[in-house]
């Protein structure tokens, strides 16, 4: 809408997801902010909300997205959904939809580059049907790999538009879109490649009646208003880059078993699951030992797979639910972040999975995140924290299931060379 105060909107139901979003912006030379506190920074670019709703309930999960939509005014907004389609997808994308006065709905949750792609209306991850793919204890799951069966509870009229669509082009996917006169319409988009997430947002260019809903892959595509300010700059400091590793995800144990031992820090989950400071205590001397010898610390609550029956067992043990354990887990690595910059300086922070880099930043009093337009790899951007005990200090974000093996190694070595 014109003399809207913000380029863009982006509203996320977690951290790294709404990090790897916004990176999204910030690498086409917008200024791209994720706020962490209730005070908005001041207007200008893109703003990046995370309304933590991945795991709640459906009802608070809209009154979040309602909130977040209307309190911001901007030209352009953009839901993103999680790539596994984890969460309150649809429930999300209606009161998005609602609360930006949209009749239609751009709905494509591809992400090539990191191996997610929708074909003939299915879902995959690494060529797996994305239900296939998730375990079965994973939270908030899917409810069918199909898109379109994903969305038919949305209170919208669901149109899918498949490959032999996008893959014409911009035009032949307008042709697809919903009738406007029909009233409100989602256009549930196949993918396979980058250029197919470009056709389905070039088709609804210039229109503003739109909702854009994607993960990080449709993002690069969406048409934005000139820029009038840029990313944030950065530069590495020096090799005290702190690693914190709490995904659960088998892609994170495969890029903490790839570090080498000397490097790793491991938190005694169990203990963990029963007093948080007190293992946060027992595992950042080591890490503080690390970087005062100018070398890197992955403190990490997944050094092995054992480690994630450890805290299961501790759960049971201690009485209480999964989500209480991973709670305890998070906020004792959090503190250990806090113990070891009390005592060491800190260069770099890198952190894996979505719950651990809100827990860490959130612990360290981080007012905002501002994105810089680099990264590591697809998924994995680098930002800079703004306010707090790491004010200042460069940042990687990744998602749990995100990178290959040696994508920490990668952010380590990024940080630590300025790229």
């Excluded at 260069?347 to 827990?359: I, R």
């Amino acid at each position: 809408m014109t003399g809207s105060p913000w380029d863009g909107l982006v509203v996320a139901d977690d951290l790294t997801g709404a990090l790897d979003t916004g990176h999204a912006f910030a690498v086409r030379g917008r200024r791209v902010v994720v706020p962490l506190a209730d005070d908005d920074p001041s207007p200008g670019g893109v703003v990046v909300v995370d309304t933590d709703s991945r795991e709640a309930a459906a009802d608070e999960a809209v009154a979040r997205v309602r909130a977040a939509v209307e309190r911001r005014n901007a030209a352009t907004v953009y839901k993103k959904v999680d790539s596994t389609l984890r969460g309150n997808v649809v429930a999300e994308t209606d009161a998005a939809m609602a609360a930006a006065g949209a009749t239609l709905a751009v709905v494509a949750p591809a992400f090539p580059a990191t191996g997610r792609a929708t074909a003939c209306g299915t879902h995959l991850v690494d060529g797996r049907p994305v239900t296939d793919w998730l375990d079965d204890g994973a939270a908030a799951r899917p409810s069918s790999w199909r898109l379109d069966e994903v969305f038919a509870d949305s209170t919208a009229a669901v149109e899918r538009v498949g490959i032999d669509r996008v893959a014409r082009g911009p035009a032949a996917v307008a042709r697809a879109l919903p009738d406007e006169a029909d009233g409100p319409g989602l256009a549930v988009c196949d993918a396979i490649h980058d250029s197919h997430l470009e056709a389905a947002a070039g088709a609804v260019d210039g229109r503003g009646d739109v909702l854009f809903v994607g993960s990080g892959g449709l993002a690069p595509h969406v048409p934005l208003p000139d820029a009038a300010r840029g990313p944030a700059s950065w530069s590495a400091a020096g090799p005290r880059v702190l690693a914190v590793a709490g995904s659960t995800a088998a892609e994170t144990r495969a890029q903490v078993d790839a570090v080498p031992d000397e490097a790793v820090v491991a938190l005694p989950v169990a203990a963990a699951v029963r007093d948080p400071e007190t293992a946060a205590e027992r595992t950042a001397p080591a890490a503080i030992e690390r970087l005062r010898a100018d070398e890197p610390a992955v403190v990490t609550s997944v050094p092995d797979a054992s480690a994630v029956e450890a805290a299961t067992a501790a759960a049971r043990e201690a009485g209480v639910s999964r989500a209480t354990a991973g709670d305890r887990i998070a906020a004792a690595l959090a503190r250990t972040a806090l113990l070891v910059r009390a005592e060491s300086r800190v260069d770099g922070l890198v952190l894996t999975g979505g719950a651990v880099a809100a827990a860490v930043l959130s612990a360290g009093g981080a007012g905002a995140v501002e994105l810089t337009g680099d990264a590591v790899a697809a998924g994995v951007p680098v930002g800079v924290v703004d306010g707090g005990t790491f004010d200042g200090i460069p940042v990687v974000t990744k998602a749990g299931g995100f990178g290959e093996s040696t994508t920490v190694i990668s952010a380590l070595a990024h940080l630590s060379s300025d790229g």
